[in-house]
Structures are given as structure tokens and as C-alpha cells.
């Protein structure tokens, strides 16, 4: 069950050896290059690389990180304008060389993104907002740097959540009805640390920058309407190829928490979460699995006819609903206000947004119904006190 904790070392690497001193150059100058449309002249005139000479997994997860973001900066480079249509082969093929090695599609996914994207200030102060900064940025300054940091944070405050929730299944394995209550109420009161970090997002992200410039970045090729065909990798795929953006809906906690109390989504839901576990670590989605051959939590407690464990587990239920609609808060705010800005000619110097995920998520799904379908079906998932 430790598997889900074998990727947070990748993270702690920042540079990677002088060989690869091009991809270094090129994404520790993203934002900059982007904004001054150079981006796409620096990738064109870059070597082209092998991928043999990554030491190890630490390498090849700081590679994938580098030329991922140097990958959503060149497509993205001129917004829904001028949209890059081919990836040249510098880029295509070490980025499909490390994703194969590593188990991941070709594009930006969460791990990237978040897992993977940050470091210490200090290196012995502490793991807090104030003491963190990322690795590699797009433009959109300190909104950004706050969107990865406070999600960041909600992955952190879930760690002990992660961790309950394996004690709770070796206590259903072990019939001991005492360690699992308190199992439960550690995954529930991780589960409200995650929402009191999440409530970060208003203090650090402004939603006009997060619509207009951010969210472009992170938006894919597949169900994608600007971009229908999909990607040309050169040199991997005389065919495009079609990957889906960024989505909150690739982290392991909330695929992991499901599993565990027994929550089932409609089949349209299903569907995309399903899709979005193949842009997940193999160790994240083989936790997932592992988690779902477990014998079931809810069995157990309707048949244990405990009160305390039914009463504690609904109060999980309940609080992982709350979690959820705190994200719908967010979101809502971020897209909508976001939105109403840009259609008021509110943004100011700020670019045009991109009309194309007016009414979707950057992962390809109708966002707000997706993610109230999910809470409704969460709040259905408790246990009636007279089963």
C-alpha cells in the first residue's frame, strides 16, 4: 500500500545533468520566452536529445516535467490564434521516449504539474507556502506560482489521510473494530484540512489571471474543439495524436477515498475519472487498484451493526461531500467571475481568454456538472442509520 509514497522524491530533484543544459535553459525561462513569442524559435534551434544518459527515476521525472511545460508553452504560445499544429521532432521524441519509460502519456499531467513542481526556499524551514516556490512556471506570475503551491498543499494535508486509509483496510482485514473508528476519524480529519487548504486558493490566485492567461496552458488535445485533429508528435506519429489537459480529476486522493467508501458516480462520471487515472503515475493507479480488490469498508460496517462506525462513517462521507463542494466554490469563482471580467473588457492589459473552454474543464469535460454530479453522488453514498 506504500506505492502511492514511492513519487514524492522525483520532486526533490532541480536540475538535471549538463548534457541536457538546453531543456534546463529553455524552461527556466518559459514565462519570459512565451510572453516575448521566442519560445517557439528556442525549441525549434534545440538539439535534439537522447534520453539515455537520465540517471534513474528522479531524472526522468524532472525530464518529463521540463518537457512538458516546454511542450504546452510551444502549442500554446500565441493563444487560440495561431495554434502549433506539429511538435518538432527535438521535442516530440525525448518527451515520448521519458513518458514511455516512465508509464505516462506525452503532455502535462498533475504530477507534473503539482507532485513534482516544487522545492524549499529554504531547505530546512518548513513546508509551508511562504517557504516553497516551483520549478518551472508558464506565465501568470504569482497566480500561478499560488495555484500550484495551494494544490500542492491540499496533496500534502491529504498524506495523513492516505495513510488512515491503509490502516483502515488492514483493520477490516483484522476484524478490529477499534482501530478502524480511529482510522476513520484521521482520514475524516484529513479530509477537513484538505478543505481548510483548498479556501487558500482566494488568497493567492486572482480569478481574472487564472481564466485569462493560466488556464490556456493546461488545456489538451483531446475533446478539445480548437484543436479537433489533435497533435502531430513528429517523428513518433505520421497521425495526431490526442492526450487531454490538466485536471485535479488525475490526483490519486479523491479516485483513492472513493474506493474506499464504497462511492459510486454515474457512468458518465465514471467514464472520465477512469480515463483520467491512465494520466496517473503506474504506482498511483496500481494504489487505486489495490484499494479496490480490498475487501469492502461498507460491508464491513453494515454488518459490524456498530453505531460508532456507522456514525463515523457517513461523517466521512459527509465531510469528502463538503471537500467536494468547496472545489465546485472554487471553480465557479475562478471560471465564472473569471468570465464575466473578460466578457466586460474587465481583464485590462491581460490577453483574450480562450473561448474554446468557455463551458469545460481543461481535462475535456462539461466541468460543473461533472463536478456536481460527483458531490451528489458522494452525499448519497451514506449509510442509513436503520440499515
Known amino acids: 500500500m506504500d506505492k502511492y509514497h514511492t513519487e514524492v522524491n522525483c520532486f526533490l530533484l532541480k536540475e538535471l545533468p549538463y548534457y541536457y543544459k538546453p531543456w534546463m535553459e529553455i524552461a527556466s525561462n518559459l514565462p519570459l520566452m512565451i510572453e516575448s513569442h521566442q519560445l517557439r524559435v528556442r525549441v525549434d534551434m534545440m538539439p535534439l536529445l537522447s534520453c539515455h544518459l537520465l540517471k534513474g527515476h528522479r531524472e526522468q521525472c524532472l525530464a518529463h516535467l521540463l518537457l512538458s511545460f516546454i511542450t504546452m508553452g510551444y502549442v500554446w504560445q500565441e493563444g487560440e490564434k495561431n495554434i502549433a ?9 525525448p518527451f515520448v521516449e521519458v ?13 507534473d504539474f503539482v507532485l513534482m513542481n516544487w522545492k524549499k526556499k529554504d531547505p530546512d524551514g518548513p513546508l509551508e507556502i511562504r517557504n516553497l516556490d516551483t520549478i518551472v512556471s508558464f506565465p501568470g506570475g504569482e497566480s500561478l506560482k499560488g495555484f500550484i503551491l495551494v494544490t500542492l498543499l491540499v496533496e500534502k494535508a491529504a498524506a495523513p489521510g492516505i495513510k488512515a486509509l491503509t490502516q483502515a483496510i488492514n483493520a477490516v482485514i483484522q476484524s478490529s473494530d477499534d482501530d478502524l473508528l480511529q482510522a476513520l476519524k ?3 480529519t484529513s479530509m477537513i484540512e484538505m478543505t481548510k487548504a483548498l479556501r487558500q486558493m482566494h488568497d493567492y490566485v486572482d480569478p481574472a489571471i487564472f481564466y485569462a492567461v493560466i488556464r490556456i496552458f493546461l488545456s489538451g ?3 478539445n474543439p480548437v484543436m479537433p485533429e489533435g497533435l502531430i508528435y513528429e517523428g513518433v506519429s505520421e497521425e495526431p495524436l490526442k492526450y487531454s489537459g490538466g485536471s485535479a480529476a488525475q490526483s490519486t486522493i479523491f479516485h483513492a477515498f472513493d474506493e474506499l467508501l464504497g462511492i459510486f458516480h454515474s457512468k458518465e462520471s465514471t467514464t472520465f475519472l477512469h480515463r483520467m487515472r491512465e494520466y496517473m503515475p503506474p ?11 480490498a475487501p469492502s469498508l461498507k460491508e464491513y460496517i453494515l454488518s459490524s451493526g456498530s453505531y460508532p462506525l456507522h456514525e463515523v462513517y457517513n461523517q466521512c462521507v459527509m465531510t469528502l461531500a463538503e471537500l467536494r463542494s468547496q472545489h465546485i466554490s472554487i471553480v465557479a469563482k475562478y471560471l465564472l467571475i473569471g468570465a464575466a471580467k473578460a466578457k466586460d473588457g474587465g481583464l485590462g492589459h491581460l490577453p483574450g481568454p480562450p473561448q474554446a473552454l468557455a463551458e469545460t474543464g481543461t481535462g475535456g469535460t462539461a466541468v460543473f456538472s461533472f463536478l456536481k454530479s460527483v458531490r451528489n453522488t458522494t452525499l448519497g453514498g451514506t449509510i442509513d442509520q436503520s440499515d
Do not use: M
Open 99 to 111: 513518458s514511455q519509460t516512465l508509464g505516462l502519456p506525452p503532455i502535462l499531467v498533475h504530477s
Open 186 to 188: 484521521q482520514l475524516r
Open 283 to 293: 504506482s498511483h493507479r496500481a494504489f487505486i487498484e489495490e484499494i479496490h480488490s
Open 85 to 93: 499544429k506539429v511538435l518538432p521532432r527535438n521535442l516530440a521524441l
Open 221 to 223: 488535445w483531446k475533446d
